[in-house]
């Protein structure tokens, strides 16, 4: 299965973008979104997991990211508002086939497949 990942683009500080992560054909027990930045390690940005709906933020996006899902769970979204230039980096979406524990959804090693990501720019 083939996560595509769509909705990056370049804004100004303080916009707000929308990505979403299709998985056409199969749902997954956890969803998570990473980013990498140029020079820079791939970490962990958002996630959500099924039974529960439970979300999970990295410190830098909570209050102004939010990650939820269409009923059929087969998109996942990142609302991204009051973007900062530090968002500034290529977003990855990641699915997980079994439910992942707490100590687990920060672990890009635990997703099962990856889109292909998606450029976000913010400029100042």
């Known amino acids: 299965v083939q996560l595509q990942a769509s909705g990056g683009g370049l804004v100004q500080a303080g916009d707000s973008l929308r990505l979403s ?14 980013r990498q ?3 820079k390690e791939r970490e962990f940005v958002a996630a959500i997991r099924w039974p529960g709906s439970n979300t999970f933020y990295t410190d830098s996006v909570k209050g102004r990211f939010a990650i939820s899902s269409d009923i059929g ?12 230039p530090e968002d500034t980096a290529v977003y990855y979406c990641a699915a997980s086939v079994n439910r992942p524990i707490n100590t687990q959804v920060r672990n890009p090693g635990i997703y ?9 720019t913010v400029s100042s």
Not at 23 to 31: E, L, N, V
Not at 74 to 80: A, E, I, K
């Open 37 to 39: 930045a140029p020079g």
């Open 73 to 84: 769970r087969t998109t996942v979204y990142l609302q991204m508002n009051y973007l900062k």
């Open 21 to 34: 992560c299709a998985t056409p054909g199969r749902t997954f027990s956890g969803y998570g979104w990473f």
């Open 112 to 120: 099962n497949q990856w889109g292909q990501g998606t450029q976000v």
